[in-house]
């Protein structure tokens, strides 16, 4: 989660990064660490292992829209046009 920590640094509410590069940063730096090796273990998606991939994009999506911390997690997915974790890592299992 460092690079939770990192983003935090350069994203405010009202300042920093654009939210369109925000979601680049998002996208291929840290969906790309997250997702590393899933062809190896990809298949074995557990709700418990679901569950955390969920609140830790959750954080990453609440930078990249600055919305309230109530906001539903599948709200900032769409707002962001981005698939769940789980789905992703899914997806680049099955085509590895």
Known sequence: MDQYQHLCRIV???????????????????????CHGAAAWGHNMTSQLQKKLDSMQRQFLLYITGAYRTTPTAALQVVTGLQPLHLQIQQEATYA
Do not use: A, C, D
Not at 12 to 34: A, D, M, P, Q, S
């Open 12 to 34: 405010g509410k009202t300042w920093g990064i654009n939210k369109n590069i925000r979601r680049l940063l998002y996208k291929t730096v840290i969906e790309r660490t997250l």
